[in-house]
């Protein structure tokens, strides 16, 4: 907001805010067709289905999703929006998402594959899960749970884990017993971990001694100690941590078992061996699970998911837009640590009754060709990954799909936008020319889709995620709130008109949080019960073409997206400020032609500090300890000062245009105008001598760097 008491400050900010409606110039890029075998099987492919989900149809249109899933007590009310914006779906149902997920597909499929698990060793055996399999195996650890945990319906359980089937088996367990779980992505640190239990108070952390991760065994029960240790910092005690073992009876882990505290799951779970836990009936609105994620400030965020919204939304986004069917053999390639992972690994595939594949590594071991061994191996039909991955596997190995006998008749994007000469490639080499594409624009709060086309109606066109999902009524805003026009050129807020089942709840424990950060900004009238009066401000720049499509831009907070991971400004930065010698410490993101973006740390050291590379190495270390591997910079830039505004304000914006050599715009309004010009030369010199060239940006990456530090 402007500082009305500093002029300068003021004039800076008028500047930036008129930014955010910058008008972008790109080609618009020709249509791909899906082919007609495509349609002819695709789950939706009569074009009334818009008009079942047209506005006039809301919100009773989302009944067609959660008639996808067995209620134990139908619910009578819709969508209920009488404590706006905090809506609450499907009221007076009742259900259970294990259920969903796992019982009721016995009596046709008990035998039929729902995990097949390719662990990263390529000669260790691939595991299939049947739905018979997943059943015993969820109850026995749901009655662990239970009798060992003494946990209960309504309890918080934290999981760090990787990706082994032990996590969905203990998501499930969970849901059947209405515990909330909350899982935090493996790669991330102990600390992040620790902070993730203390703020969801949990008394019970799942997690594993080691995983395999690009040819070796990762120690990641060391980790769970670091946790511990960092939640009782916070004032939480955990009293049971339970350590699955990846290979049964070794060890992984350097980390001793804490007597008392720690247990080996295998060596519990046979007391539990052959127990059923009936499936407890939650009403709709119960919560199902948490998931963190960033924003603006340093506290990474809640996202309370519900069980029957959610769970109504995931599976018919699966179904209408991944186009699951149960006879596909579907590999989503993200972490389940992700929200992507919960909704289209786990429950979305999963409440449809179809196989979902779950890969323990990272795409390229042992070689680039990896990825399409499996797809060839398993017969998957239907793959579903982010951007980063494409163009790490483009540039690695841009022949292999083509050594493998696969055939994808679907693919899906995510997370990040998408290049259309990547997407191309996606397209033509990946799917073969063979599959369709679906560029799906959504969010950890939003629980499924919500920019995508239906495959089989809406063409694909590259870089743009298509016009919105059904039922979803976007609308892109200035910063006045007035609507910015279809194919006008310029960019604002991409904002969703209504509410729907997959939203996320509430930010738990903090609702004011919820409120201010995606309802204030636009709401029409406070305390309003119209759902027409509570935008959702979704924090992302887009642009909408004269056909309806949406191309997003990123994020329009102090957000950065490295490989499609949500890293705040503000938890790095005070990572960095861990460190004794750090004064001042900006994060910026900087373009990078395989993760989208990168972080650079700029930092100031205190008086009588030298700068040196061992502090700015120090910094590094502490944001991988603090945050985790994902978050490492690929700069520390130790500078004497930092470009401010008179009010003392870092301008994140400026030392982002150096780090990414575009333009600083206009700089004398700042405080020390002088110090650009220092900065400018140092950062810029030392990456051209470390060959770190500059390249012209796309209009989305401009964006991302000219808006960029402009949320405070
Ligand atoms: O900026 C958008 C970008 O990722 C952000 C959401 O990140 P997260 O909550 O981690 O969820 C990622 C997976 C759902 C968004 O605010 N984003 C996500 N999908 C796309 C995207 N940007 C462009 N195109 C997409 N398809």
């Given at each position: 907001?402007?500082?009305?008491?500093?002029?300068?400050?003021?004039?800076?900010?008028?500047?930036?805010?008129?930014?955010?409606?910058?008008?972008?110039?790109?080609?618009?890029?020709?249509?791909?067709?899906?082919?007609?075998?495509?349609?002819?099987?695709?789950?939706?492919?009569?074009?009334?289905?818009?008009?079942?989900?047209?506005?006039?149809?809301?919100?009773?249109?989302?009944?067609?999703?959660?008639?996808?899933?067995?209620?134990?007590?139908?619910?009578?009310?819709?969508?209920?929006?009488?404590?706006?914006?905090?809506?609450?779906?499907?009221?007076?149902?009742?259900?259970?998402?294990?259920?969903?997920?796992?019982?009721?597909?016995?009596?046709?499929?008990?035998?039929?594959?729902?995990?097949?698990?390719?662990?990263?060793?390529?000669?260790?055996?691939?595991?299939?899960?049947?739905?018979?399999?997943?059943?015993?195996?969820?109850?026995?650890?749901?009655?662990?749970?239970?009798?060992?945990?003494?946990?209960q319906t309504g309890d918080v359980a934290t999981f760090h884990m990787p990706m082994v089937p032990d996590l969905?088996?203990?998501?499930?367990?969970?849901?059947?017993?209405?515990?909330?779980?909350?899982?935090?992505?493996?790669?991330?640190?102990?600390?992040?971990?620790?902070?993730?239990?203390?703020?969801?108070?949990?008394?019970?952390?799942?997690?594993?001694?080691?995983?395999?991760?690009?040819?070796?065994?990762?120690?990641?029960?060391?980790?769970?100690?670091?946790?511990?240790?960092?939640?009782?910092?916070?004032?939480?005690?955990?009293?049971?941590?339970?350590?699955?073992?990846?290979?049964?009876?070794?060890?992984?882990?350097?980390?001793p078992m804490v007597p008392g505290r720690d247990f080996f799951v295998d060596e519990i779970l046979p007391d539990y061996k052959r127990k059923l836990v009936d499936p407890v009936s939650m009403p709709a609105e119960a919560p199902l699970f948490i998931m963190y994620s960033s924003g603006t400030t340093g506290k990474p965020k809640g996202c309370q998911h519900s069980t029957g919204g959610y769970l109504a939304y995931v599976a018919g986004t699966s179904k209408y837009y991944q186009d699951i069917h149960p006879e596909d053999t579907y590999w989503c390639a993200a972490d389940i640590g992700w929200i992507t992972g919960h909704s289209y690994i786990v429950y979305g595939p999963l409440a449809l009754g179809t196989t979902t594949v779950m890969y323990e590594g990272v795409p390229t071991y042992p070689d680039a060709g990896r990825c399409w061994r499996i797809a060839e191996r398993l017969g998957v039909t239907t793959f579903h990954t982010a951007p980063t991955t494409i163009r790490t596997l483009r540039k690695v190995g841009p022949d292999e799909p083509a050594k493998y006998n696969y055939h994808f008749k679907h693919m899906t994007t995510v997370g990040e936008p998408i290049e259309p000469e990547v997407w191309r490639w996606y397209y033509d080499v990946v799917g073969k020319g063979e599959a369709v594409i679906v560029d799906t624009w959504w969010q950890t709060e939003n629980g499924g889709f919500l920019g995508t086309g239906i495959p089989a109606l809406n063409p694909m066109k590259p870089g743009s995620c298509g016009p919105a999902a059904l039922g979803i009524f976007p609308e892109i805003l200035d910063e006045d709130g007035e609507v910015v026009t279809a194919g006008s050129g310029i960019a604002g807020n991409i904002c969703i008109r209504n509410p729907w089942p997959g939203i996320f709840q509430t930010i738990w424990g903090d609702p004011d949080r919820f409120v201010k950060t995606y309802y204030e900004k636009y709401n029409h009238k406070k305390g309003s019960t119209d759902w027409r009066d509570w935008p959702y401000f979704a924090n992302?720049?887009?642009?909408?073409?004269?056909?309806?499509?949406?191309?997003?831009?990123?994020?329009?907070?102090?957000?950065?997206?490295?490989?499609?991971?949500?890293?705040?400004?503000?938890?790095?930065?005070?990572?960095?400020?861990?460190?004794?010698?750090?004064?001042?410490?900006?994060?910026?993101?900087?373009?990078?032609?395989?993760?989208?973006?990168?972080?650079?740390?700029?930092?100031?050291?205190?008086?009588?500090?030298?700068?040196?590379?061992?502090?700015?190495?120090?910094?590094?270390?502490?944001?991988e300890t603090e945050i985790g591997k994902v978050a490492r910079p690929k700069n520390v830039w130790i500078v004497t000062d930092m470009p401010k505004t008179r009010s003392g304000k870092i301008m994140r914006r400026v030392i982002a245009s150096i780090s990414n050599f575009t333009d600083v715009g206009d700089i004398t309004t700042l405080a020390n105008p002088d110090v650009v010009e220092d900065v400018l030369h140092h950062v810029q010199s030392e990456k051209l001598a470390r060959g770190e060239l500059p390249r012209e940006l796309s209009p989305a990456e401009l964006q991302t760097i000219k808006n960029f530090g402009s949320s405070e």
């Open positions: 907001m402007p500082k009305k008491n500093d002029a300068g400050a003021e004039a800076v900010e008028s500047e930036r805010a008129s930014e955010s409606q910058i008008a972008v110039h790109w080609r618009e890029e020709d249509y791909f067709f899906p082919s007609a075998k495509f349609i002819g099987q695709a789950n939706v492919s009569d074009p009334s289905i818009l008009e079942r989900f047209s506005e006039s149809k809301f919100p009773e249109c989302f009944k067609e999703y959660a008639d996808l899933l067995s209620w134990d007590e139908y619910w009578h009310t819709t969508l209920d929006t009488s404590n706006a914006p905090f809506w609450k779906w499907f009221v007076g149902g009742r259900l259970n998402a294990s259920y969903n997920c796992v019982d009721r597909h016995l009596a046709t499929d008990r035998n039929k594959a729902a995990i097949i698990f390719v662990p990263e060793p390529e000669d260790a055996d691939t595991e299939v899960i049947t739905y018979q399999e997943l059943y015993v195996r969820v109850n026995e650890f749901a009655a662990l749970l239970r009798d060992f945990c003494g946990l969905p088996v203990a998501m499930l367990a969970c849901a059947r017993l209405g515990v909330v779980h909350s899982q935090v992505f493996g790669g991330f640190s102990g600390a992040a971990c620790g902070g993730r239990i203390a703020d969801s108070k949990s008394k019970i952390l799942v997690t594993i001694d080691g995983y395999y991760r690009n040819g070796e065994l990762q120690d990641h029960k060391v980790k769970a100690d670091e946790a511990i240790a960092r939640a009782l910092e916070e004032g939480v005690v955990v009293d049971k941590v339970l350590v699955f073992r990846r290979n049964p009876g070794e060890y992984a882990s350097k980390s992302d720049g887009a642009m909408q073409a004269e056909d309806g499509y949406y191309r997003i831009l990123g994020r329009v907070d102090d957000v950065i997206n490295v490989s499609g991971h949500r890293l705040g400004t503000k938890e790095l930065e005070s990572a960095a400020l861990m460190v004794d010698e750090v004064a001042e410490a900006a994060a910026v993101p900087v373009v990078d032609d395989v993760r989208g973006h990168a972080v650079e740390m700029y930092i100031s050291v205190k008086p009588g500090v030298e700068p040196s590379q061992e502090v700015a190495d120090k910094v590094s270390r502490m944001i």
